[in-house]
């Protein structure tokens, strides 16, 4: 840690106070597990499957005009936060560990961590969002496309883009009133907010509370949200007599069900191993890793992908790229012809 420790930044700062911040950390990543290498492979494979599959499903609602619906803005809106934030978190998760650079920068650092969380939050967010959408569907049909319009999701969805944006803006922001004068090893495979204000050498209270208030906000609130629409959901479908209104109602809401659980299972569960007990870091950062990186590769399959609505979209585009394709190549033989 010598020659980081000799790039100390020393910056004065407000209130008479200076803060030291160096000009490198250092990540740690995993701790002594053989190999390793195996997994960011695994990470690659991935992260190109999760830009394959979420870059299909954004073109496919793009360019198919009857999936211009307040429903598939919030799927496009998933997509697309899906796609940033594996974007945000794999490649230089690569290159830090796959390629042994496991040195950032200061401030890199502190951009890297606000990426990462904002895309985690406002994944968390837009699941609360779908969650609205089968709420309003199943328990007010008849008042569905009154309620649920374009304007309303867009402003929601804006809403939430710039909440998020100012809570993780902030978390990172409050950093720099962090003085690191002792270790500069991160525990973790990114620069984590907990982590990075733990290594702090004089009062951090400040980031304490703020990181409380981020974990409420992108793990707990969410979820208790949507378990209040679907109590809600359950007992509007317990007045329905028709079974067969009721099985198609759950099925509406079965891969709703399954991302969210994919997506807060695993991120409630490190996040309550490591305050009530000892969680080695090793496992921490697996969980982690696979929160941030699974809940994109399958969210597009499970929720979009297999739509009898969406499938008969690629379809119809694959079916006309042909008839365009054939068309132009009709016109060029009749050109060849003609000279």
């Known amino acids: 840690m010598t020659p980081v420790l000799n790039h100390f930044i020393i910056f004065a700062a407000m209130s008479n106070t200076t803060f030291v911040r160096p000009a490198k950390f250092y990540l740690s990543g995993f701790y002594n597990i053989p190999h390793v290498k195996y997994f960011y492979v695994f990470l690659c494979f991935v992260y190109i499957m999760t830009v394959l599959g979420n870059g299909l499903l954004l073109s496919v609602i793009y360019l198919v005009k009857t999936l211009h619906t307040p429903k ?20 230089k998760l690569l290159d830090t560990f796959l390629f042994d650079n ?16 904002l895309f985690l939050g406002v994944q968390s967010w837009t699941l609360v969002i779908m969650a609205y ?24 969805l ?6 998020i944006s100012c809570l993780t803006a902030c978390s990172a922001g409050l950093l720099n009133r962090i003085s690191f004068c002792g270790s500069l090893v991160i525990q973790s495979f990114f620069c984590d907010h907990g982590p990075m204000y733990r290594l702090a050498c004089n009062d951090n209270s400040l980031s304490y509370h703020i990181a409380n208030v981020v974990l409420i906000v992108i793990a707990c609130f969410p979820p208790l949200l949507i378990a209040l629409t679907y109590i809600c959901i359950a007992i509007a479908l317990s007045r329905i007599a028709s079974r ?10 079965i891969s709703h069900l399954i991302i969210v659980a994919i997506f807060f299972l695993p991120l409630l569960g490190t996040n309550i191993a490591a305050l009530t007990s000892y969680l080695h870091p090793n496992a921490r950062i697996i969980n982690s890793t696979l929160t941030n990186t699974i809940p994109p590769l399958f969210n597009p399959i499970i929720y979009s992908l297999k739509t009898e609505e969406v499938l008969n979209s690629i379809w119809k585009l694959c079916k006309n790229k042909r008839l365009s394709n054939i068309t132009f190549s009709k016109k060029v033989t009749s050109l060849s012809r003609l000279y």
């Not at 804006?158 to 909440?163: C, S, T």
Request: charged share 15%; proline share 4%; aromatic share 18%.
């Open 244 to 253: 067969e209104e009721q099985v198609r109602a759950v099925k509406t809401c």
């Open 102 to 117: 496991r040195y950032i920068v200061y401030e890199a650092c502190l951009s890297y961590m606000f990426f990462v969380w």
């Open 72 to 91: 598939y803005m919030i799927v496009f809106n998933l997509a697309l936060t899906d796609l940033c934030g594996s974007t945000a978190l794999i490649p």
């Open 158 to 163: 804006l809403f939430m883009w710039v909440f």
């Open 133 to 156: 959408d089968r709420f309003i569907a199943i328990c007010f049909p008849l008042r569905y496309h009154s309620i649920v319009t374009k304007p309303a999701i867009a402003a929601m």
